[in-house]
């Protein structure tokens, strides 16, 4: 997937809201990415959701990752154990990959989303005007790697 996240340049650094938790990534984000899904925009309180997509070697969390809160069979979300700001999201079926916020991140401004996941959830007043390719569902496979077509069958324009 091409876009502007290779325009960050690495190291991408980061911090929770406290400073308790600093973020560190050794490479571009593989994907950035809007979310308009109820529990992206539940677990971050925004009305929608953006991250940066790292391989799980390129990344890490010093002095940890946070503490992880229950959720949705197959996704660990992690969290400050200081002040509760959003870390991490993991998700089983994409192996190997870890979702930062985009908000926690010093280089977010260098970090243009490619991409809006669960873009008919998108709440009816917000407007965001990009060239990001908008699905109307789940952009699991595209973010697996995979074709478009199945869960992703439900492309809209851009």
């Known amino acids: 997937m091409e876009g502007r996240a290779e325009a960050a340049t690495a190291p991408i650094t980061g911090h929770c809201y406290c400073g308790a938790v600093a973020v560190r990534a050794m490479r571009a984000p593989e994907v950035v990415a809007w979310c308009h899904c109820d529990d992206c925009r539940r677990v971050t309180g925004a009305p929608a959701a953006a991250f940066a997509g790292f391989a799980e070697g390129h990344l890490s969390f010093e002095p940890d990752e946070g503490r992880a809160a229950p959720g949705a069979p197959g996704v660990r979300r992690s969290f400050c154990a200081e002040c509760g700001s959003p870390l991490a999201s993991r998700f089983d079926y994409l192996p190997g990959q870890v979702y930062v ?58």
């Open 101 to 158: 916020p985009l908000g926690i991140l010093d280089q977010a401004g260098e970090m243009e989303p490619q991409l809006h996941s669960y873009d008919s959830r998108r709440l009816p007043w917000l407007h965001i005007e990009d060239n990001a390719e908008r699905l109307e569902t789940s952009s699991r496979k595209r973010l697996a790697g995979g074709s478009a077509g199945g869960e992703e069958s439900g492309r809209m324009r851009r």
